[in-house]
């Protein structure tokens, strides 16, 4: 019987100005876990690589206001994803 992996994502403060609090659970650990932000014209304004992921702070100070995704990837390239606002 296969048992079903589920992966939590919760970040806050929402709306934040200057930093990202990112809670993870259920994270594969491996060399892969991409970390992104994307803007809302779908461009990546921050990238970075983890060997495992349960608890990051993330400086959005040089953000610009506005709606962005936080989007986390595992190397077998499953993805999640969550919508945030900076003020």
Do not use: C
């Amino acid at each position: 019987r296969e048992i079903e992996h589920k992966t939590y994502l919760q970040i806050g403060p929402v709306p934040t100005s200057d930093q990202l609090h990112v809670f993870t659970k259920g994270l594969e650990a491996s060399p892969l876990i991409q970390v992104r932000i994307i803007d809302v014209n779908g461009k990546t304004v921050f990238s970075n690589r983890y060997s495992s992921l349960s608890a990051l702070d993330i400086n959005t100070s040089h953000l610009a206001p506005g709606h962005y995704i936080l989007s986390i990837t595992e190397e077998n390239g499953r993805a999640i994803q969550q919508k945030f606002i900076i003020e």
